[in-house]
């Protein structure tokens, strides 16, 4: 999707176990972010990074961390996994924050923890 | 706080037919996008609309957005198969911190299109 990916696709943790979602662009974008889509909630924000070096905090960041490694790269973090952050997780990219351009989503990672 | 509300939750419409999803947002929307999403998949950027009674059109797919700008349709001329999928609206967001390069999405619009 639009030069997003995101890795792994499924994964099942334990409570109490630590992950990190990757998310690479190819598209030279600025802003990238991570959303979480769960059933009747729609998608909320978990964390941005308007650009390389910054990152702020979305609508719902508590048990979550981030990194922007670099311009390609935003990663998210569960240092440790609660069953209420099973979810699909999406990565989306923007080209300049304040811009009117669209974000463009990644594929998602479908994230189940027990 | 600002909420935006698509209308119907669903819909099962017949192959042929002709269908309208709404989002009505409880501000002003200062641009309105349009996604589709299908199972599994991420979300793929249909349109954008900025100016009140802006429309656009691709394909057999046409969105507006009212003069007021506090609502938008998403309107769907001889539905295909193709067409089905959850249909999600966005729009930038006036009152999270200011953060106007942040978007609020609707909860979406599930179309099912009967052969």
């Known amino acids: 999707n639009a030069g997003v990916t995101q890795t792994p696709k499924f994964q099942v943790l334990k409570t109490g176990q630590s992950m990190t979602l990757q998310c690479a662009q190819d598209m030279n974008h600025n802003s990238m972010y991570w959303y979480r889509q769960d059933p009747g909630m729609g998608l909320r924000l978990i964390y941005y990074?308007?650009?390389?070096?910054?990152?702020d905090k979305g609508e719902v960041p508590n048990g979550y961390n981030v990194s922007r490694l670099n311009k390609r790269e935003f990663s998210l973090r569960l240092e440790s996994a609660a069953p209420s952050q099973t979810s699909v997780y999406f990565c989306?990219?923007?080209?300049?924050?304040?811009?009117?351009?669209?974000?463009?989503f990644g594929d998602g990672t479908r994230l189940s923890i027990l | 706080s600002q909420e935006l509300e698509q209308s119907p939750q669903s819909l099962i419409v017949q192959e042929g037919k002709n269908l309208t999803i709404n989002c009505t947002s409880s501000k002003t929307l200062y641009g309105l996008y349009w996604y589709k999403q299908k199972y599994g998949e991420g979300l793929i950027f249909l349109m954008m609309?900025?100016?009140?009674?802006e429309e656009k059109s691709h394909e057999k797919i046409t969105a507006k957005l009212d003069e007021k700008k506090q609502q938008s349709s998403l309107h769907i001329t001889a539905s295909q198969p193709s067409h089905a999928g959850i249909y999600l609206c966005g729009a930038p967001r006036t009152d999270y911190g200011g953060s106007q390069g942040n978007l609020i999405f609707g909860k979406g619009t599930k179309l099912s299109v009967k052969p």
């Open positions: 609309l900025q100016k009140g009674g």
């Open positions: 989306a990219i923007k080209a300049g924050f304040n811009s009117n351009q669209p974000q463009h």
């Open positions: 990074s308007a650009s390389e070096g910054t990152t």
